[in-house]
């Protein structure tokens, strides 16, 4: 955009007819000056530019390094604790195994006993029993002996009784 520049009409009348070239002058070289500035602002915002963009990329590559790194934590803390947990839960079925495998023992230790004092109370009943029985077969065979005593008497003395009844009262 070209600016009209106006001279004061005394500088005008110390350059006389120059006057408007020396005008055309300075704008040339205001337009020139102004171009170059614009050249040079621009040259300096690709220089900064060109900084800022490599300092950011070196960032980023810094980033990128950091995250990687990070990530490689992550999964040597992660495989850690999954190799730790692994181990725990290996331990505590271990430790379940061992437990139910004492029960277990315990179980059979104690069922066994409970059959053994089953059968020991049970061979004592039927030694009672026996006993018992026993005892009955004595009885029976006492009184068996004095049925048959009794009826050996009955058998000889009814005779005898028969006749002096029938003595005595003809």
Known sequence: MPHFIKL??????????AAPKFVDFLATTFSIQGDEVAHMSAISFERTLEKETSSIRLEIAELRTDTQTA??????????????????????IAELRSETMTAIADLRTDT?????????????DFSDMQKQISGIHRDISAQTKWILVGLAAAVTLYPIV????SRLFP
């Not at 066994?112 to 004592?124: G, P």
């Open 8 to 17: 004061p009409e005394e500088v005008a009348a110390v350059f006389g007819d």
């Open 162 to 165: 028969t006749r002096l009844v």
């Open 71 to 92: 990530i490689a934590e992550l999964r040597t803390d992660t495989q850690t604790a999954i190799a730790e947990l692994r181990t725990d839960t290996q331990t505590a």
């Open 112 to 124: 066994q006993t409970a059959i053994a004092d089953l059968r020991s109370e049970m061979k004592a």
